[in-house]
């Protein structure tokens, strides 16, 4: 059964500061990692993607991959109230014909004022 | 900016009732997708479509549920039979090659 697992939150950080999201998932063979973030009642919203291990740095986001240890994570630094949301880590899976992304339960982040 | 479009955004049908819900995915996209998400729950993979056939599916896409790319531009997910269990939010996506899915708005579909 293929697994992306995250705490569900909620995690609540103060304006301003680093808000740290972390991933793990269950086959080693997947090879495109995803970070979403869903509003309420909102559809998902690709905000990163990364393929290789490391990091991978877009304006306040960074998302880092740890291939070996099956893990992702999403950083936001300078967080702002307008990122209070759930972040959801996708992984894509292939499969016998078509690959497919399967989503985490996400965790849903609350910036404080 | 390039979006996937889906129509209705809110369907509610009765119980036993069929439900076309239909999705304009991102032109030069190749694949296409369906998931859905029950309240509260994690956003689940339903089917993906490919060169105009399915290529795979879940446990969850059983006989009451089809998909069609009837004229190159729709892309419709139709459900003959709808049951109570079935009430969730439907979102289409589409990608290109290796790059991350573009999620259309969603049709909110209600069983009564």
């Known amino acids: 059964q293929k697994e992306v697992e995250q705490n569900s939150g909620p995690l609540s950080v103060p304006e301003g500061a680093i808000a740290s999201l972390n991933c793990t998932y269950s086959d080693r063979g997947s090879q495109s990692f995803f970070w979403y973030r869903q509003y309420s009642g909102k559809s998902p919203e690709l905000i990163m993607s990364?393929?290789?291990?490391g990091d991978k740095e877009d304006g306040r986001f960074t998302a880092q991959l740890n291939k070996a240890s099956q893990y992702v994570s999403l950083l936001i630094r300078d967080s702002q109230p307008s990122d209070s949301a759930t972040y959801l880590c996708a992984v894509n899976y292939k499969g016998n014909r078509d690959d497919k992304i399967i989503f985490g339960k996400g965790t849903r982040l609350h910036i404080l004022p | 900016e390039p979006e996937v479009t889906q129509t209705p955004s809110h369907q509610v049908t009765q119980m036993g009732q069929e439900v076309i819900l239909r999705c304009v995915p991102i032109s030069n996209h190749l694949y296409f997708y369906w998931y859905r998400q029950i309240l509260g729950q994690k956003v689940e993979f339903l089917v993906s479509?490919?060169?105009?056939?399915?290529?795979?599916k879940s446990e969850i896409f059983d006989d009451q549920f089809s998909v069609e790319r009837p004229d190159g531009s729709n892309f419709t997910l139709k459900i003959r039979s709808t049951k109570l269990e079935d009430s969730a939010m439907y979102f289409c996506?589409?990608?290109?090659?290796?790059?991350?899915?573009?999620f259309g708005s969603g049709t909110r579909l209600t069983v009564v």
């Open positions: 996506a589409s990608r290109e090659f290796d790059y991350g899915y573009t």
């Open positions: 479509f490919y060169n105009n056939e399915i290529s795979e």
């Open positions: 990364i393929y290789s291990n």
